[in-house]
């Protein structure tokens, strides 16, 4: 099991995908947030904007996704994301069909990412208390199947060719939330950036400032310590993916 990709040298150009505003915050955001400042141009792609997650009977669907999609530009200038693209699926109804992956061919044709970062599909449950959404794993499925084949193949979706949009060959996949992660990213300098950026999903997370730093500090020290190696010679705060080399 290796612990670090193939490459050398930082992505040049990153597209997210996520299945809600703030998926990426809880999970990659201190790996986005490193890549930036390394250089990278990160963008993202939200296929739904969020518009059932709140338990509040007073408040709309669509007012619900306007503010999560705000919550998810202002998450976006914290960690220096160039831009946030949203889709307009309607949250808890998404399924992984040649709709939503020409939706998606098309954003990976658009941006030509070097590295795709996606949801694992096959991330069903997690230990005793954790169901994954079947959103997430829609957007998993969905990602992957866009990236490889239907992106790099010229007579997949011809009528993306009258829109501009060549094929593209997307080299690295990293995969968050896995069910069997391989590589660790070290966020030890960018886990403040990472909980700075998840507080603006207010919608979500709340108020309590305090329990969410604790939380957040323990998730990325139990990541760390499950390295094959362990923690020694590493940060204390990481983050996991299943990596993937296409070409």
Known sequence: ?????????????????????????????GTVAK?????????????TSGDKGSPDPSISGPELATMREREQRSACDVLGVASVTFLGYLDATLVPDLALRRELTRVIRRIKPDVLVCQDPTMRYAGQEYINHPDHIAAGEAALAAVFPSARDVKTFPELLDEGLQPHTTPEVYIFGAREPDIWVDITDTIDIKIAALKEHRSQVGENSEELDDWMHEWGRETARQRPDGSNGFGEFAESFKYMKLG
Request: proline share 7%; charged share 25%.
């Open 35 to 47: 890549w930036v400042r390394e250089g990278a141009e990160v963008h993202y792609c939200s296929i």
């Open 1 to 29: 099991m290796t612990d670090q990709p193939s490459t050398e040298s930082s992505p040049r150009r990153v597209l997210v995908i996520q299945a809600h505003p703030d998926d990426a915050e809880f999970v990659c955001a």
